[in-house]
C-alpha cells in the first residue's frame, strides 16, 4: 500500500504565500507523476498542478504565474509553492501520485490521494 501525507496548509492573508508538501511513502518501486488538486466547497475537484518524473510540469490556468510544482524524488516528495494567494484560492488541496509498488514478488500499479490538506486565503 502507499500511503500519501500532505502538510503545509493553513490560515494566510491575501497576496501571502504558502508550501505544501506531500511525501509518498510505502511498498513503492518507483513514483511516477506526482500531482495537486484542489476542491472548494460545492465544486468539482480541479486539477492545480502535475509534475513527471523527469520533470514536466502542467500548470492550470488559474494558478500560472502564481504557483509553481517541484519534487524530489529521492524523497518521493512534491511540493506547491503558492504565491500571490487569492480568496479564490481557498480549498482543500490533495496530493495525487502513481507508480509502481512491489507486491508478491512483482510489480503492480498504484495510484493514490492524500488525505486533503486546508488552505484557507483571506480578503
Known amino acids: 500500500q502507499v500511503q500519501l501525507v500532505e502538510s503545509g496548509g493553513g490560515l494566510v492573508q491575501a497576496g501571502g504565500s504558502l508550501r505544501l508538501s506531500c511525501t509518498a511513502s510505502?511498498?513503492?518501486?518507483?513514483?511516477?507523476?506526482m500531482g495537486w488538486y484542489r476542491q472548494a466547497p460545492g465544486k468539482q475537484r480541479e486539477l492545480v498542478a502535475t509534475?513527471?518524473?523527469?520533470?514536466?510540469?502542467n500548470v492550470a490556468d488559474s494558478v500560472k504565474g502564481r504557483f509553481t510544482i517541484s519534487r524530489d524524488n529521492a524523497k518521493s516528495t512534491v511540493y506547491l509553492q503558492m504565491n500571490s494567494l487569492k480568496p479564490e484560492d481557498t480549498a482543500v488541496y490533495y496530493c495525487n501520485a502513481d507508480g509502481l509498488v512491489v507486491r508478491a514478488n512483482t510489480w503492480t500499479d498504484f495510484d493514490s490521494w492524500g488525505q486533503g490538506t486546508q488552505v484557507t486565503v483571506s480578503s
Open positions: 509534475i513527471t518524473r523527469d520533470g514536466s510540469t
Open positions: 510505502g511498498s513503492i518501486f518507483r513514483v511516477n507523476a
